[in-house]
Every structure is written in structure tokens, then in C-alpha cells.
């Protein structure tokens, strides 16, 4: 079972950028999202970074940990599902590593609808997992959903 533990924070200011790799492309977009009776609510979605595709399956319950499932796609075939079978607005962002302290940051800097939103991740071994946050990570947003890729697809930052 694929199990995500994930923090959630805001970026304040440029400081992660001196520990950042290049950074890499990601654009996604949702083809569906389920709910229902009997059934946890989940996201589908199509992922493109850099060279590589993912079909992703996220459980969509509140919180740091969630249910996840990555399985790679060709490329040409993920770039028509993006064109032709997505819902909503792709999310397009570029995604930095950046470690700090003994762990490793995914730093995402949103651009087209969701421009001007910066958004630092940190994967943990358990929920109480402990670790340094960086003076660069401000409030933390885990349990807010408007700021999950899913919500950023219906609701652009922009528009906020």
C-alpha cells in the first residue's frame, strides 16, 4: 500500500533558492475525482516532469497522511490525456529540492493561473516524525485543501 506523510508549509522569501538543484517542470491535470457512497474520496492525475509521466491515484481525506499511487505513462500518451481528457485548470509549477537539516524539501513554485503562490512539501517517515523547518517555511497549510493540487485545478490562486 502506498502510504504519503506530508507537510505542507508556505514559502517566505527567496532563502531556500542558495541550497535549490535547477528545478524541474511539472504540469498536471486531474481527470477525475471520486466520490461517493461506500468510497474514499480520491483524485486521478496526470503528471509531466521533465522527461518522465506519472498516472497518480491520491486519496483526498484532510491531513498529512494519504493514500498514494505513482505509475509511470509515456510521455506523448500523457501529453493527450493532458490536451483532450482533464478537468478544470492544469496546475503548472516548477519543483526544487532543497535539503536542509536531514531532510529533503520539495519546494514548488506555481506559475500560469496559480502564479505567485510558493508552496514548500516535506515527506516524513511517520506523522510524528521530527525536523528542522527552515527560515524560509512559513504557516503551515497541510490541512487546508486550497492548497492541494486538486482544489488549485477549480480554484486558480488568482483568483482567490
Not at 503548472?92 to 535539503?99: F, I, S
Request: aromatic share 10%; net charge negative.
Amino acid at each position: 500500500m502506498g502510504i504519503e506523510i506530508e507537510r505542507k508549509f508556505l514559502v517566505v522569501g527567496e532563502g531556500w533558492r542558495a541550497a535549490a538543484d535547477e528545478g524541474t517542470l511539472i504540469r498536471q491535470g486531474y481527470l477525475t475525482r471520486v466520490t461517493g457512497p461506500g468510497a474514499a474520496p480520491a483524485s486521478v492525475r496526470i503528471r509531466i516532469a521533465g522527461d518522465r509521466a506519472f498516472l497518480n491515484i491520491k486519496s483526498a481525506e484532510l491531513g498529512i497522511r494519504r493514500l498514494e499511487y505513482d505509475y509511470p505513462v509515456p510521455v506523448n500518451e500523457a501529453e493527450e490525456m493532458l490536451a483532450r481528457l482533464c478537468i478544470g485548470h492544469a496546475v503548472e509549477k516548477t519543483r526544487y529540492h532543497v535539503r536542509h537539516a536531514g531532510h529533503l524539501w520539495e519546494v514548488d513554485i506555481f506559475s500560469g493561473d496559480n502564479e505567485g503562490l510558493a508552496v514548500a512539501e516535506i515527506e516524513l517517515a511517520h506523522e510524528d516524525e521530527p525536523f528542522e523547518r527552515p527560515d524560509w517555511v512559513g504557516a503551515e497549510v497541510s490541512s487546508d485543501p486550497r492548497y492541494y493540487n486538486v482544489y488549485l485545478a477549480d480554484h486558480p490562486y488568482r483568483s482567490w
